[in-house]
């Protein structure tokens, strides 16, 4: 089975700031990536998603994420951070048949300004 | 916003009650899923349905059912509710393929359970 590893439940940052949320997964074939964003007392919203095009992939509200095979990562970033990035941040992965979703446990990130 | 609607959006009920939640896009994605999210947990999958009557379970199946008679509704029951189910369930819906708007998943708004 896949898994997701979101390395640090909280991160925190200062407005201006670069942020970095990282994500690890676990598969022998190079599956299907993604990022949730979740606002408080909201559903998840995609960010952005890799589906083996180019392995820059951007996304919305300026995030962006590499999909780097030989560390299987797929970390999150944005140059400079926002007070509306506050936010609860899910990885997630799938198979390539495109029906079995694995989530990492979220990233709350806080934005200090 | 994909169509998805989810009910009720809150919900008290007491232990060892049954409770039926609701789950209704208006996408015609083939497959829908229902989630629960638990602090330090993430979101784990309870159930999903990849068609009219094609459901199985997902990672925390126990103590939950489901039943999809229809494209656009997906109901998850609680047969006998216990205060370990209190949580926040989403229902998701996906369409397989690589293009704009295919191959990922698209939540509803969630529903708040409390089983006191």
């Known amino acids: 089975a896949q898994s997701v590893t979101q390395l640090g439940s909280h991160v925190s940052v200062s407005e201006g700031a670069l942020v970095l949320l990282r994500c690890n997964y676990s598969?022998?074939?190079?599956?299907?990536l993604f990022w949730y964003v979740q606002y408080p007392n909201q559903g998840l919203q995609l960010l952005l998603k890799?589906?083996?095009?180019?392995?820059l992939v951007k996304g919305i509200n300026g995030f962006e994420a590499e999909f780097k095979k030989s560390e299987t990562s797929f970390h999150l970033t944005k140059p400079s951070a926002h007070m509306s990035d506050a936010a609860e941040y899910f990885c997630?992965?799938?198979?390539?048949?495109?029906?079995?979703?694995?989530f990492g446990t979220g990233t709350s990130l806080t934005v200090i300004p | 916003d994909a169509g998805i609607t989810q009910s009720p959006r809150h919900k008290v009920t007491e232990t060892g009650t049954p409770v039926t939640l609701r789950c209704h896009q208006t996408e015609n994605h083939r497959y829908m899923y229902w989630y629960r999210q638990d602090p330090g947990h993430g979101l784990r999958l309870i159930h999903y349905?990849?068609?009219?009557?094609?459901?199985d379970k997902g990672e925390v199946s126990d103590g939950y059912s489901v039943s999809r008679s229809k494209t656009e509704d997906f109901l998850l029951t609680l047969e006998s509710a216990t205060s370990s189910q209190t949580s926040v369930y989403f229902c998701?819906?996906?369409?397989?393929?690589?293009?704009?708007?295919?191959?990922?998943?698209?939540f509803g708004s969630g529903t708040q359970l409390s089983v006191l």
């Open positions: 998701a819906i996906s369409e397989p393929g690589t293009g704009q708007g295919w191959g990922q998943l698209f």
């Open positions: 598969s022998s074939v190079p599956p299907y």
């Open positions: 997630a992965v799938s198979e390539r048949s495109g029906n079995q979703f694995y």
């Open positions: 349905s990849y068609g009219v009557k094609d459901t």
């Open positions: 890799y589906t083996s095009a180019a392995t």
